[in-house]
């Protein structure tokens, strides 16, 4: 008889009710998502356009590179600080099968933090030393850069897969490696990759847009803009292509679990495959972004919904995968509704400074002695 | 005890140690550098003070590159060591404190973004503004450490939580409010240890001023801690202190270390006085390193002490360090560990050795490595360890070396001695060490369980006095009759096979 692999239930209890972890576990995770792509894209697409220039700041390609570090400088915080929440939830609703994926990669696992100050500080040497600072080089820096963030990506997928499938933990455990086998594990990685880098083009559009309505150089914003339109555009393309690969490899009983699923499962793939299509259409009708603020608008808009329902698909085949071994109706709910609510209030608040804070700082612009 | 095992060459332990306590130290200096930078910036605009100002822009570059870089990694990296190493007690700890962590984080959010904001606004806005975003840093920073002090004294003194089981009694524990207080301090001491590098790059005329500025913070810090110490200290109860206090500790390592923290306490709080508040010139590079490395040596040693005198718990009298819950001695010891954890079913086919090898890394390895930090093969005796305690010239010293840790109080050296063939049988048949070794595990393993008892007898809903157990440092072995041969035959298959590298009757040398 094959043992069971799969640690009980945490007899501790759910302090909240399930749909509520469920709830916070795919808005964070999409919150989070959202700076993964600025990240991951964003320093992919720095590390190619820095080659592109020939390593030089004065070229569109060097300046773009520049402004995607600038980005990321905040944007890599960001992806860390809003990773915790998701991190927090998964644990709470599906500690037995995420520590059990997580350790048996432990390596892997544990090396991600060693790849994340690698790809941060030399994001930030890129930016203190390199091209940005100095003219010209730090090719280097923001290459091993962009290659942590790619190899984290990828640690997040062999993770995800691992623990999504504890029929397969014995042959993980006697070999990790056999994960990449998996025919799911390339069309993953590449559906996270090209969403970062389709993403962090589209930003880069918009920013070089406003740009010019504030003023800034056109030509050099129009140079930008459309190296990074070429790159929404053709990563969309692939990613459409890709998608439906991904769908069509998931095991049979994910795919008819997603299939049969009624409105719940369907009408979020719908959107999503929709959307995806729809963003071609509207990206492959503009030439000039520049001179289509409002199609540049909608794009990232109508990017933000897609990923966002994306990520309630993602949920969903996750919760497919788990459904023979799992039964969150297992968990013994006692809920803490002081502090549920505690947090929220004090979740509305956080959010409620920021907003204030930073609306001040935007008023309160000064130079010279009035300056801090 | 039912997940899968991450083995770790230096011991899981020992991994978090180090990565925790990096992680605090740039974590309380992220939260006192807020404070000193805030504080040293409006003294600036009050004052039209330049030079505190160009100290806290300066300071505020390295919070970005220090603290919201390493500290939030290493942060996220206390949760990945602890769902490898410890995936049972975080399970549980996040079940029951998933709302606080949740709590924190939206403090951690502010103070990232105001921490990014403050830094890059520099010159670019009006001093209130920025003035603001300064103490918005500080105050989201200073509240997150109020929300996580809960959840850290809740895993040495639950408190009131062992018995209502309710998120707001295990919060307020009795080692909270000392426990604030300390950290409170080590928040000025680590901001001190850090800025006193950026002071270095000061105006050579404005340098003796702001050095002895910040000593004052040192000194202050220090104080406090030293205050916050002493009070968490006399909060603690017996149970908890008698591992290292009074005259005959049951852990001296766990009293050094408690000697360590307080003379590096002492010393950086001298040095700070002398060299940065009475003789600021000298508070140059070098002596702000020796400072720092007193702080952190403090700081450290108090975090190992902390850690430490939890044993054998991660939360004290409920789960033991290796997520075996008290609650769970019982069950496990009737039903087995290969009905308990699939793991080790998953193990039945290599035989008796090889369920006892999975048993080990489900039970030990959280303490015990193989041959690395509390390496367990060193601990199998020798032919040589074997002949000295039989040897009447050397069973003194060879008892207190080799067995007294376990025996000091059940034998005497003239016991082990009389229950030991003699030299002559030992030297004519070096390889009767193995059963000799394999009994002595069994017997040993005996002991632990029986120690369950005294788990299962205790009173629950309060702190359970381990000072009174037959090992207080020790989680008890679980598991039937079977599972303690298993491992017995794992243990002793440790001593490897006669002339294969780790044969402890070759390591006799000349004597064989």
Request: some cysteine; aromatic content about 10%.
């Amino acid at each position: 008889m094959t043992p069971d692999l799969v640690p009980a239930v945490d007899a501790a209890g759910l302090p909240g009710p399930v749909w509520l972890f469920q709830v916070l576990l795919v808005f964070t995770f999409f919150l989070h998502l959202l700076f993964v792509n600025i990240t991951l894209g964003g320093s992919l697409l720095a590390w190619v356009a820095h080659l592109r220039s020939g390593g030089s700041a004065s070229d569109p390609r060097g300046a773009l590179a520049a402004r995607l570090t600038a980005v990321n400088g905040y944007g890599i915080s960001l992806t860390i600080t809003t990773g915790v929440a998701p991190l927090l939830f998964i644990q709470t609703l599906y500690q037995q099968y995420f520590y059990s994926g997580t350790i048996l990669v432990g390596g892997l696992w544990f090396g991600l933090l060693v790849l994340l100050l690698v790809g941060y500080y030399t994001a930030y040497l890129y930016k203190f030393r390199g091209a940005p600072a100095v003219g010209r080089g730090g090719g280097l820096w923001i290459g091993v850069s962009a290659l942590s963030f790619l190899a984290i990506a990828t640690i997040h997928v062999v993770v995800h897969l691992v623990h999504v499938q504890p029929a397969q933990w014995a042959a993980f455990e006697a070999d990790p490696w056999v994960v990449l086998a998996d025919p799911t594990f390339v069309p993953r990685l590449l559906h996270f990759v090209l969403a970062g880098l389709g993403f962090a083009a589209v930003i880069m559009v918009w920013w070089s847009v406003r740009a010019v309505e504030r003023g800034a150089d056109r030509q050099l914003e129009g140079a930008i803009a459309r190296f990074g339109w070429t790159w929404a555009l053709w990563t969309t393309v692939l990613q459409v292509v890709d998608g439906f690969v991904l769908l069509f490899v998931l095991p049979q009983p994910v795919l008819s679990g997603l299939m049969k699923g009624g409105a719940v499962t369907m009408v979020p793939l719908t959107l999503a495959i929709l959307g995806a299509v729809g963003l071609l259409v509207m990206m492959a009708r503009v030439s000039d972004p520049l001179a289509a603020k409002g199609t540049v608008t909608g794009t990232l808009g109508a990017m933000v919904l897609v990923i966002g329902v994306m990520t309630v698909t993602r949920h969903q085949i996750r919760v497919l995968y788990l459904a023979p071994t799992t039964d969150l109706g297992a968990f013994t709910v006692a809920s803490q509704w002081l502090n549920i609510g505690l947090f929220v209030l004090l979740l509305v608040a956080a959010l409620a400074t920021v907003y204030l804070m930073v609306k001040r700082v935007l008023a309160s612009p000064a130079t010279g002695a009035d300056a801090a | 005890m039912q997940y899968p095992i991450w083995d770790v060459t230096i011991g899981g332990g020992m991994l978090m140690a180090i990565v925790a306590i990096t992680h605090v130290i740039v974590a309380h200096f992220a939260i006192g550098g807020g404070l000193v930078i805030a504080v040293s910036e409006t003294l600036s605009v009050r004052r039209g003070d330049r030079d505190l100002r160009d100290l806290a822009k300066r300071s505020s570059l390295m919070l970005i590159l220090v603290s919201t870089v390493f500290g939030a990694i290493s942060g996220v990296g206390i949760w990945v060591v602890a769902g490898l190493i410890s995936p049972g007690a975080i399970s549980d700890l996040i079940h029951t404190y998933v709302w606080g962590w949740a709590i924190e984080w939206t403090f951690f959010v502010v103070e990232i973004v105001a921490a990014l904001v403050y830094y890059t606004t520099w010159g670019k806005i009006s001093k209130g503004a920025h003035l603001m975003v300064g103490w918005i840093y500080f105050v989201a920073a200073y509240l997150s450490l109020v929300v996580i002090n809960g959840i850290i004294t809740f895993m040495l003194t639950p408190g009131r939580w062992l018995e209502t089981g309710q998120f707001w009694d295990g919060f307020f524990n009795p080692t909270y409010w000392p426990s604030l207080l300390l950290r409170t301090g080590l928040c000025a001491m680590m901001a001190t240890a850090f800025m006193m590098f950026a002071v270095q790059r000061a105006a050579a005329d404005a340098r003796p001023r702001l050095i002895r500025y910040l000593g004052w913070w040192m000194v202050g810090g220090a104080l406090v801690s030293y205050a916050g110490y002493r009070w968490w200290e006399a909060s603690l109860p017996e149970s908890v202190l008698a591992l290292f206090r009074g005259d005959a500790p049951l852990l001296e390592s766990l009293a050094a270390t408690r000697s360590l923290t307080l003379w590096a306490l002492a010393a950086a709080l001298v040095l700070a006085a002398v060299l940065f508040v009475a003789v600021p010139r000298a508070g140059r590079t070098a002596t702000a390193i020796v400072v720092a490395i007193a702080a952190f040596a403090f700081f450290g040693g108090y975090e190992r002490l902390r850690e430490g005198v939890r044993k054998p718990f991660l939360i004290h009298s409920h789960m033991f360090s290796n997520g075996l819950k008290v609650a769970d001695i019982e069950t496990v010891n009737a039903e087995g560990m290969v009905a308990h954890s699939g793991w080790v079913a998953a193990r039945a086919g290599d035989g008796a050795i090889g369920i006892g090898e999975q048993i080990f890394r489900t039970q030990c390895a959280s303490c015990h490595t193989l041959d690395g930090y509390q390496g367990i093969r060193s601990a199998l005796p020798t032919v040589a360890d074997m002949l000295a305690v039989a040897d009447a010239d050397t069973a003194a010293a060879a008892f207190a070396a080799e067995c007294a840790a376990c025996h000091r109080d059940d034998f005497t050296a003239d016991d082990v001695g009389g229950m030991l063939p003699s030299v002559d049988d030992i030297r004519a048949d070096p390889e009767m060490i193995r059963d000799l070794n394999h009994g002595m595990i069994t017997a040993t393993l005996a002991r632990l369980r029986d120690l369950g008892d005294f788990y299962v007898d205790a009173d629950r809903t309060t702190m359970i006095p381990t000072h009174e157990a037959d090992i207080p440092y020790m989680p008890p072995f679980v598991g039937t009759d079977e599972d303690l041969e298993a491992l017995a035959s794992y243990l002793a298959s440790l001593d490897a096979p006669p002339g294969a590298p780790g044969d402890r009757v070759a390591e006799l040398g000349g004597e064989r």
